[in-house]
């Protein structure tokens, strides 16, 4: 019979939130540690997602049910993890860049950075400079994770990380981007701290440069 916390990774991975909140529910009641069960129920399930995405096992579909899933679980456990003060890995502050209004592909990672134990600040799509300098100011972030998903909106991305500059906060946060038409040659040119080109490999990036920070 395998454990709770076992049996709860393999919920994450099925998308199957009904029973990964029973689950969740069981193990506080075997009284398990909050950052136990998050660590090791609720993480290595979404990990294997991140796995099986990359290697085109899994579709967005079945990883934004997924997403829902761990954030379902996260839901019960946040309250007891910032009661206990538990540290979470760092804090993302995520938006689609000014003029663009895609934002399926920023929740996607917004929703596995979650889950591989970041605070996400989602402010949105059609974002401009001004308010990712403003949530730089309100949240102090480890990162920044902007998304573009046209052609003529990835220059805003340039533009944006210009002005957080000109603000002076440049050295306070890593910079990332990626989206369809942004590659890492792009993400060089404009300065940025480094390029994802899916989800997994967007939440890879930020634990590098969070421990890095
Ligand atoms: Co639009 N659209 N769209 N659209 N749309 C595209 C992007 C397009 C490629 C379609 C096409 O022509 N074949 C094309 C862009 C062409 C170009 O610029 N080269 C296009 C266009 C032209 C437009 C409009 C201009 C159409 C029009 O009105 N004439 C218009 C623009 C509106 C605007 O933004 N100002 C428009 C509008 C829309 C809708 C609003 C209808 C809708 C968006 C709804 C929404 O997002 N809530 C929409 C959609 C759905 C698409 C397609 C079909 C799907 C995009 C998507 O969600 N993919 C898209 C065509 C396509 O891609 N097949 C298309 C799924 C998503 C999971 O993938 O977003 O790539 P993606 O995210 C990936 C990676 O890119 C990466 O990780 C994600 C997951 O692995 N990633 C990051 C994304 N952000 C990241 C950030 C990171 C790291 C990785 O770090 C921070």
Redesign the pocket.
């Given at each position: 019979m395998s454990s709770v916390l076992e049996r709860l990774s393999t919920a994450v991975i099925a998308g199957d939130a009904e029973n990964s909140v029973k689950l969740v529910h069981r193990a506080l009641d075997k009284g398990m540690d909050p950052k136990d069960i998050l660590d090791n129920g609720l993480v290595p399930g979404m990990d294997e997602v991140g796995i099986r995405?990359r290697r085109g096992d899994m579709f967005?579909p079945e990883v934004l049910m997924s997403a829902d899933t761990m954030s379902a679980g996260l839901d019960i456990l946040r309250p007891l993890l910032a009661a206990a003060g538990t540290q979470l890995i760092g804090t993302v502050v995520?938006g689609?860049v000014k003029?663009?209004?895609?934002?399926?592909?920023?929740n996607?990672?917004g929703m596995m950075a979650e889950g591989a134990g970041f605070e996400v600040i989602d402010i949105g799509?059609?974002v401009p400079p001004e308010r990712f300098i403003d949530a730089i100011k309100e949240h102090q972030p480890n990162i920044i994770?902007?998304?573009?998903?046209?052609?003529?909106?990835m220059r805003a991305m340039g533009h944006t990380i210009r002005a957080i500059e000109e603000a002076g906060l440049r050295d306070k946060v890593k910079i990332?981007?990626?989206?369809?038409?942004?590659d890492a040659e792009f993400a060089t040119r404009i300065t940025a701290d480094g390029?994802?080109?899916?989800?997994?490999?967007?939440v890879e990036?930020c634990k590098s440069l969070a421990s890095a920070s």
């Open positions: 995405f967005v995520l689609t003029g663009d209004l895609h934002d399926i592909g920023k996607l990672v799509f059609n994770g902007m998304s573009a998903m046209l052609t003529t909106t990332i981007v990626g989206g369809a038409p942004v390029y994802g080109s899916n989800a997994p490999s967007a990036l």
